[in-house]
């Protein structure tokens, strides 16, 4: 890290896009839109409450995003993407925004933080591997890098079969589904008429 710079952690605003889409290029380059959680993202906003910048000299150095994801009767976020500048790696930035995120969704009120990482890096700052097949994600994935730190019990076994933005989830019901309801709620209605 460049020295005697001193880092301030600031929740994310719209002023601050440029410079996150220019840390997220660089730290994961045109590939970045391929994967799964790029999807999901592509689906609804993020959260911008629940995400935080660190920046040096006014200038942001290191971006941290949640966005609300649902999956069966699961909800929670899913955290990502999680960059810092070459520069400033390896002081507790990346860190430092992990925990502020998951701090904020805590508060939130949100039950689960879920991601697609390395086990070895945030494992340690409270994220355990979820079940294998539990949920399908959009996009092939590694299942050793689907991660989830709960907060409330249980959540995470809640969280089943398409994972994605909460807006799709909610605002399309599948054809399927709908049909399922509606030959339930048919039922229901044959058995009222006795
Ligand atoms: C991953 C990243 C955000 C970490 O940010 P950072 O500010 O350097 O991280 P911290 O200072 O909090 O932690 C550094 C420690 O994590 C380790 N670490 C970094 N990336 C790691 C990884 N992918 N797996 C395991 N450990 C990792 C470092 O070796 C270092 O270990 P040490 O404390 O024993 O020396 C940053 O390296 C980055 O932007 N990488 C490119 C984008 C990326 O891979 N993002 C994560 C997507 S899952």
């Given at each position: 890290?460049v020295?005697?710079?001193?880092?301030?952690?600031?929740?994310?605003?719209?002023?601050?896009?440029?410079e996150?889409?220019?840390?997220?290029?660089?730290?994961?380059?045109?590939?970045?839109?391929?994967?799964?959680?790029?999807?999901?993202r592509?689906?609804?906003?993020?959260?911008?409450?629940?995400?935080?910048?660190?920046?040096?000299?006014?200038?942001?150095?290191?971006?941290?995003?949640?966005?609300?994801?649902?999956?069966?009767?699961?909800?929670?976020?899913?955290?990502?993407?999680?960059?810092?500048?070459?520069?400033?790696?390896?002081?507790?930035?990346?860190?430092?925004?992990?925990?502020?995120?998951?701090?904020?969704?805590?508060?939130?009120?949100?039950?689960?933080?879920?991601?697609?990482?390395?086990?070895?890096?945030?494992?340690?700052?409270?994220?355990?591997?979820?079940?294998?097949?539990?949920?399908?994600?959009?996009r092939?994935?590694?299942?050793?890098?689907?991660?989830?730190?709960?907060?409330?019990?249980?959540?995470?076994?809640?969280?089943?079969g398409?994972?994605?933005?909460?807006?799709?989830?909610?605002?399309s019901?599948?054809?399927?589904?709908?049909?399922?309801?509606?030959?339930?709620?048919?039922?229901?209605?044959?058995r009222?008429?006795?």
């Amino acid at each position: 890290m460049v020295p005697g710079s001193t880092i301030a952690y600031l929740p994310e605003t719209a002023e601050h896009d440029p410079e996150i889409e220019l840390i997220n290029e660089e730290a994961f380059g045109p590939g970045r839109f391929a994967r799964a959680a790029s999807k999901i993202r592509e689906g609804g906003p993020h959260d911008r409450a629940l995400s935080f910048v660190a920046a040096s000299a006014g200038t942001v150095i290191g971006s941290v995003r949640l966005t609300p994801i649902a999956a069966g009767r699961g909800r929670g976020h899913m955290l990502g993407p999680l960059a810092v500048r070459p520069a400033f790696k390896n002081a507790g930035i990346g860190r430092t925004l992990v925990a502020l995120g998951l701090d904020a969704a805590r508060k939130a009120g949100s039950p689960l933080v879920m991601l697609v990482g390395d086990a070895p890096y945030y494992g340690p700052l409270g994220f355990a591997r979820m079940p294998r097949n539990q949920v399908q994600m959009p996009r092939p994935v590694d299942p050793d890098r689907l991660l989830v730190c709960e907060f409330t019990p249980g959540a995470a076994a809640q969280l089943t079969g398409d994972l994605d933005h909460v807006d799709q989830i909610v605002r399309s019901p599948k054809p399927f589904q709908a049909f399922t309801d509606e030959a339930e709620t048919g039922v229901e209605r044959l058995r009222a008429a006795g």
